[in-house]
């Protein structure tokens, strides 16, 4: 998902909203009748040179001493390398005030470069000192951003966090104010004009970097009168402060519940005593989060009804109070943005430039596949309340014949344990962290043709002394690629769920060379204890795949211009990749590289794969009305006129579509960051890249699931090709022919 951050990705399970990503199948798509140049230096460097605000020319000798004591803290590292190359320019060790001195040197920049623009006589436009100058100033900018925005999703300090957070927003606003410049407009459109033969002869990429750019500004309204540029200009501003502030508030909650140990029955014992523990009344309690290492296994195997529904109820009225204003807020802001761009409703805005292109062909498929699902989803339903039936005529209890929200995942454990025999539990002491981290990386090394290199700490530069970060290389060349760091383990005020952050795209850099691109994992997987190392869920082995998919998509870019490079992809495409990398964790080859027996050090048992693949589809039906649920609501607020109330709208949709009522009192919406951060009018793209991903991944199991020669296919045409093309035209090219949605039908139980 695009979160704060503008290339963030992240993984959404059937199930819910977060882990850190509604019409007809015959309309979407015809088809669905439904490097780098040089080795890497022998010493690494990340050298503040390469940082805008470092690189002043300085005469005096008085100013250079004072540069030196602002920022003498910065380490650096040796390296014999060119100035044509950049191997990373991230810094993660400013403070706040730092930050604030770079925002405005990164605005003031490139608002300099694009005055240069504006300058140049019209006889003497050309592509490089007007097109390609834009488009070397998005980059840059977008680049340095990284810098200062990104400490507010990871850094520890609240203090570092708010003012990241704080200047975000400017940053935003900086971008917004670009896209309102009427005379940077018209020098871009003076070229187009004057130059027809020349923009002809340009190859493909470069006359879609035009094209792209002048469509950004015309969404921008500059075919407007002034007066409508303005206003838009102010709505962009006032929506990304809220945007910035609704993911503040989630990043920040610190709701805690307290239970007795007879409160949290069915729950494992090392759960159990790795919580917090707190004395009330002279009773001793155990103290919860909102995160997801305590949330969903309490879920799944807490057989205290009570307990899991005061769990679901804190997390159902999470920020309630703080962000349903403001998401309803932004909702009229987007209303009103549209319809002075001529849009009939901020949906219509949003798809223009996506595959499905119309509201109406989202809500076709959204509604399609609803009713698809609806046999399937009711005898799931009915299969999980038998299951809750029995057990309280077994524990004597009254059976009240509903289905509640808190209900749904536990008697899914249960099915799965009794009529499937699959203990996620006891499975994932097959799954330490270390070891499905080892197996992983080797899995895409061997597939993509890279070669990982993990940084010492001496080398190593992070915001966290959990970070891990790795070098990428090209395995037959030997060549640089990027970066990358792993940031596993939930702290405070951490983006709370599992997602990848770009933090630099790779391009072509104007004075020749390359930017090398850096990408960030970050999740909450359970931290180790003393007696036992971090054992992950089988479905957060599937969300790391998932989301290390979306980083090799990032640094695998290829693309001459920033702005199409690595994930910056058609939205309802850009899960594809990603979720096709799931379906690895089921083959026999790549499970023996990822399971070892926290004890045993023994693979995972075949009989036990092969039960986990059986139970793969297990209540798919259901799981799945689910996700067509938040794309319903996602398209019924984006589709909608006037104001939107989202409680309402929620309760009603999550009890027609997903079959399970939430509670009184409650609303989702105030945590579905999704449609706040850039997904809105786009979750049902986790669907419709579905139908994407499953076709690909039908090409890997007839060639081989491990094909390095399918895989460095799949790298060079699929991820290194970023939006240098429609995402159907690489699609075409990799798979040889049409998609086809047969695969994705069996896969969600349509079929």
């Not at 006589?121 to 834009?134: D, G, I, K, L, W």
């Not at 340009?202 to 469509?215: A, M, Y």
């Not at 499905?356 to 609806?374: C, G, I, R």
């Not at 058609?570 to 089921?586: G, H, I, K």
């Amino acid at each position: 998902m695009k979160s704060i951050l503008s290339v963030s990705r992240c993984r959404l399970s059937s199930s819910k909203p977060f882990v850190g990503n509604s019409v007809k199948i015959t309309k979407p798509i015809p088809s669905f009748s439904l490097t780098f140049p040089s080795t890497f230096p022998r010493n690494f460097r990340q050298d503040i040179d390469h940082f805008s605000i470092f690189s002043k020319t300085i005469s005096s000798k008085t100013s250079k001493n004072i540069q030196f004591q602002q920022f003498k803290h910065i380490r650096t590292f040796s390296m014999s390398s060119t100035s044509h190359n950049r191997p990373n320019r991230l810094r993660f060790d400013l403070t706040a005030e730092q930050v604030r001195d770079l925002t405005t040197e990164i605005i003031n920049k490139h608002k300099k470069s694009l005055d240069d623009i504006v300058s140049v006589p019209s006889e003497n436009r050309t592509f490089e000192n007007t097109v390609r100058a834009f488009s070397d100033a998005e980059g840059e900018f977008s680049s340095s951003r990284s810098n200062c925005d990104f400490y507010a999703q990871v850094s520890a300090d609240k203090s570092l966090r708010d003012v990241s957070n704080e200047m975000s927003t400017k940053l935003d606003s900086s971008n917004t104010e670009v896209f309102s410049r009427e005379d940077v407009f018209l020098a871009l459109s003076d070229y187009q004009k004057k130059n027809k033969s020349k923009v002809e002869k340009l190859d493909d990429e470069s006359k879609r970097l035009l094209e792209k750019i002048l469509l950004d500004y015309r969404r921008s309204g500059m075919d407007l009168d002034k007066e409508a540029r303005e206003r838009i200009k102010e709505l962009r501003n006032e929506m990304s402060e809220i945007k910035t502030q609704f993911q503040q508030n989630l990043n920040e909650d610190t709701t805690k519940l307290h239970f007795t140990k007879e409160e949290l029955d069915g729950m494992k014992e090392d759960f159990i005593q790795n919580l917090e523990k707190v004395t009330e009344d002279g009773v001793e309690k155990y103290v919860l989060t909102l995160k997801y290492p305590d949330l969903l296994p309490l879920l799944q195997y807490c057989k205290v009804d009570e307990t899991r529904r005061k769990m679901d109820l804190a997390n159902s009225k999470k920020c309630m109070d703080l962000n349903t204003p403001l998401l309803e807020k932004l909702v009229l802001l987007r209303q009103e943005h549209a319809k002075i761009l001529g849009y009939s409703n901020p949906a219509a805005y949003c798809l223009e430039d996506k595959m499905a292109k119309e509201p109406f062909v989202v809500l076709n498929f959204l509604q399609d596949l609803t009713s698809k699902l609806e046999n399937g989803a009711q005898k799931d339903k009915q299969t999980l309340l038998e299951l809750k039936r029995a057990e309280k005529k077994e524990l004597g209890q009254e059976f009240d014949g509903q289905l509640h929200i808190w209900d749904w995942r536990y008697y899914e454990n249960i099915l799965l344990e009794r009529e499937y025999q699959v203990d996620h539990q006891k499975i994932s002491e097959y799954f330490p962290l270390e070891k499905v981290t080892d197996g992983l990386l080797k899995i895409y090394q061997n597939l993509l043709g890279l070669t990982f290199t993990k940084l010492t700490k001496e080398e190593a530069h992070v915001w966290h002394e959990d970070v891990e970060q790795f070098k990428v290389s090209d395995t037959s060349s030997g060549g640089l690629v990027g970066y990358f760091y792993l940031d596993l383990h939930p702290r405070d005020g951490k983006y709370g769920h599992a997602a990848e952050f770009g933090l630099l795209q790779g391009f072509q850099l104007p004075e020749g060379g390359r930017q090398y691109p850096s990408a960030a994992m970050v999740a909450n997987f359970t931290k180790p204890t003393p007696s036992k190392p971090s054992l992950l869920l089988f479905s957060e082995v599937e969300t790391y795949f998932h989301e290390f998919g979306h980083v090799m998509h990032e640094l695998c870019s290829k693309a001459t211009y920033p702005r199409f490079a690595g994930t910056n992809v058609q939205r309802d495409f850009v899960e594809a990749p990603s979720q096709m990398l799931e379906n690895w964790c089921y083959e026999a080859e790549v499970l023996k590289e990822l399971s070892s027996h926290y004890q045993t050090k023994e693979s995972l048992p075949e009989e036990l794969r092969e039960r986990l693949v059986r139970a793969k589809l297990v209540l798919e039906p259901f799981k799945n009305r689910r996700q067509l649920f938040f794309g319903t609501f996602d398209m019924a607020v984006h589709t909608s006129n006037g104001p939107v109330d989202t409680t309402k709208l929620w309760k009603e949709l999550i009890a027609k579509v997903a079959l399970t009522p939430c509670q009184e009192g409650t609303n989702g919406a105030a945590a579905f960051s999704h449609i706040v951060g850039g997904y809105e009018a786009g979750y049902y793209g986790y669907m419709w890249s579905l139908v994407y991903s499953c076709d690909m991944y039908e090409k890997f199991k007839k060639e081989g699931v491990l094909s390095s020669t399918l895989g460095r296919k799949y790298r060079d045409t699929i991820l290194s090709k970023g939006d240098t093309k429609d995402a159907m035209e690489i699609l075409k090219e990799f798979l040889g022919r049409e998609p086809s949605n047969e695969a994705f039908l069996k896969q969600i139980g349509a079929l």
